[in-house]
T-cell receptor, first 112, second 117 residues
């Protein structure tokens, strides 16, 4: 079965600084990988996804993620964070059994 | 653009009552997935439907049942509610199953927050 690990529970970053959120997955075949963002009390918004092809994926809101098969990782990055990026971020892996498995999430706090 | 619509947004029920959550997928989407997110938890897959047939089942209690109707909307029925059922319930939709809908992925609704008192 697939699984996802997000090692960082909470990250605090200054506005304008760069951000990197780590995600490691476990899956035997080629995974479908996703990053979602969730603001308090809100739904899950898809930031970006990877299925195949170019391992550097561009998403919305200036986010990007890089798939590294050798490290089983799919880390999310943003060069310069904005206060509105404060939220919880979930990495997820999908498979051919049609469901997503989510990581525990990383809460991002942005300080002025 | 139309999104996934869930109703109600909030629901308060007493223990042992029954609740029905509704999900209206994006037009033309034929696959619906239900997830449960407890307080401070990551979303957990409950059940999914493809073309009105159950396609997969996760950690869904026997007290819960769900179905997908001819117009592709789905309802999650929860009976004998327990305090531990208090959670945010998400519905997501896609066109085709995940493996086939590689270019679409999931779109989540805003969720229904169920509180059992």
């Amino acid at each position: 079965a697939q699984s996802v690990t997000q090692p960082d529970i909470h990250i605090t970053v200054s506005e304008g600084a760069s951000l990197e959120l780590r995600c490691n997955y476990s899956y035997g075949a080629t995974p479908y990988l996703f990053w979602y963002v969730q603001s308090p009390g809100q739904g899950l918004q898809l930031l970006l996804k990877y299925f195949s092809g170019d391992t550097l994926v561009q998403g919305i809101k200036g986010f990007e993620a890089e798939f590294k098969r050798s490290q089983s990782s799919f880390n999310l990055r943003k060069p310069s964070v904005h206060w509105s990026d404060a939220a919880e971020y979930f990495c997820a892996v999908g498979s051919n059994d049609y469901k997503l498995s989510f990581g525990a999430g990383t809460t991002v706090t942005v300080r002025a | 653009a139309a999104g996934v619509i869930q109703s109600p947004r909030h629901l308060i029920k007493e223990k042992r009552e029954t609740a029905t959550l509704k999900c209206y997928p994006i037009p033309r989407h034929d696959t619906v997935y239900w997830y449960q997110q407890g307080p401070g938890q990551d979303p957990q897959f409950l059940i999914s439907f493809y073309e009105k047939m159950q396609s997969d089942k996760g950690s869904i209690p026997d007290r819960f049942s769900a179905q997908q109707f001819s117009d592709y909307h789905s309802e999650l029925n929860m009976s004998s509610l327990e305090l531990g059922d208090s959670a945010l319930y998400f519905c997501a939709s896609s066109l085709g199953l995940l493996g086939e809908a590689a270019n679409y992925g999931y779109t989540f609704g805003s969720g229904t927050r169920l509180t059992v008192v």
